[in-house]
């Protein structure tokens, strides 16, 4: 059991419900998160992403995320005609501050959410896709964390179909490095294992079916709540009136390469064991899966 007794109570977090989005990246988690944070009900971080628990417990085989936040702070800064001004209104600033010093004071990361509670809050909620890397010692942390302000937490993971999933997240790759040729590189990157470890469904379930109880978690399909036929699940588990449909996506990859029959069918037997895994973990899986 960690040593949690550094941490200050906060009331205003007191008997509230925490929904922790963990991912999967490319499932639709910012449509999620805009999704829910429009409700009244709702405390939601501006930033979606917090990196808090990644950047306690680095991921191996991934870049440290304690630069993150450092950086966030200057850009907002450095665009601001009035730097003094801009902290005083600018919400998202406000949470790149809090942001930072979360890195030396895990207190900062309640103080940021109590910070927001209004009377009618009964959710707060944070989604860092990165979360789904952690392992089963950093679950544990996660899961004592929030027992210390009587919250009661909720674990998001989105899954969307492995082979659209994986290729939505390699075309995101091009975003960020415009000399990948997708249709000529798509074997070595998938050989990352910066990438196909986030494809790896099956040790992600496996371990928050490990860290967490069964009422704990929520395991979704973006394909079912885009078209809103999951969403009275995810308001029963959070206690908020019925989330109104919305087709609306957001923060779709940029790049449209069409995936190739050939290599649709060389990366769905790549992934076949987590179809296998989610069929008999979850049962019925949606019909946009590619079965």
Same mark, same amino acid.
Do not use: M
């Given at each position: 059991m960690p040593d949690l007794t550094h941490l200050r109570r906060y009331p205003e977090l007191e008997g509230?419900?925490?929904?922790?989005?963990?991912?999967a990246m490319k499932c639709a988690t910012s449509w999620v998160f805009q999704h829910v944070a429009q409700m009244p009900e709702v405390a939601a971080t501006p930033l979606k992403e917090l990196h808090f628990f990644n950047a306690k417990f680095p991921p191996k085989g991934h870049p440290p995320f304690t630069a993150r936040m450092t950086a966030l702070v200057q850009t907002y800064l450095a665009e601001a005609p009035d730097p003094v001004g801009e902290v005083a209104t600018n919400s998202h600033l406000q949470a790149a501050i809090d942001g930072l010093q979360m890195l030396y004071d895990d207190n900062a990361f309640f103080g940021h959410f109590a910070r927001m509670a209004q009377a009618q809050t009964r959710v707060f909620t944070e989604i860092t896709p990165q979360y789904a890397l952690l392992d089963a010692q950093a679950f544990g942390y996660v899961r004592a964390f929030f027992q210390t302000q009587g919250l009661d937490l909720k674990v998001l993971l989105v899954l969307r179909d492995p082979v659209a999933r994986l290729w939505s997240h390699l075309r995101s790759l091009t975003q960020e490095?415009?000399?990948?040729?997708?249709?000529?590189?798509?074997q070595t990157l998938v050989r990352q294992r910066a990438v196909i470890e986030r494809s790896d469904y099956m040790r992600t379930i496996r371990t928050l079916d490990q860290g967490f109880d069964p009422d704990q978690l929520i395991i979704l399909f973006s394909e079912d709540l885009v078209d809103g036929r999951s969403l009275p699940a995810l308001s029963r588990a959070l206690g908020l009136p019925?989330? +109104? +449909?919305?087709?609306?996506?957001?923060?779709?990859?940029q790049d449209t390469t069409a995936l190739p029959d050939?290599?649709?069918?060389?990366?769905?037997?790549?992934?076949? +064991?987590?179809?296998t895994f989610c069929q008999d973990r979850l049962g019925a899986? +949606?019909?946009a899966w590619n079965l």
């Open positions: 509230k419900t925490f929904l922790l989005g963990i991912g490095d415009p000399t990948i040729d997708i249709l000529r590189d798509w019925d989330l +109104p +449909p919305d087709a609306t996506r957001q923060n779709q990859t050939a290599v649709r069918g060389q990366l769905r037997h790549l992934l076949a +064991p987590q179809y899986l +949606p019909a």
